[in-house]
Nanobody, 126 residues
């Protein structure tokens, strides 16, 4: 399974971006999909996830009310809408897939995920 992120870029504080995570295998987008980010010198942290079945979503406290995760099953793609961006959102954003049938829970961390994309850079200027 390959995951390809896109949609990153440079945006001013308060702006918006939409990140995409496209899966290479039909049906694989039904896996739990998580978005993580890693800023320079910091640990990779969970941002949001969406369950493959039932569509349960979970968000980090730092992005609640600003970011929205959703999926388009017909396109095998999961999106992360980033609104009201802040300079502290600057990071490389990665999507990842968990093939197990269980609700996604962001606090379980990155070990839940077997497949990772290459990342897309998001830079927010002040």
């Amino acid at each position: 399974l390959q995951l390809v992120e896109s949609g990153g870029g440079l945006v001013q504080s308060g702006g918006s971006l939409r990140l995409s995570c496209a899966a290479s295998r039909d049906g694989s987008i039904y896996y739990n999909i998580g978005w993580f980010r890693q800023a320079p010198g910091k640990e990779r942290e969970g941002v949001s996830c969406i369950s493959g079945f039932g569509g349960r979503t979970d968000y980090a406290d730092s992005v609640k009310g600003r970011f929205t995760i959703f999926r388009d099953n017909a396109k095998n793609t999961v999106y992360l809408q980033l609104n009201s961006l802040k300079p502290e959102d600057t990071a490389v954003y990665y999507c990842a897939a968990d093939p197990r049938i269980r609700p996604c829970v962001l606090s379980r961390g990155r070990d839940d995920y077997d497949y990772w994309g290459q990342g897309t850079q998001v830079t927010v200027s002040s």
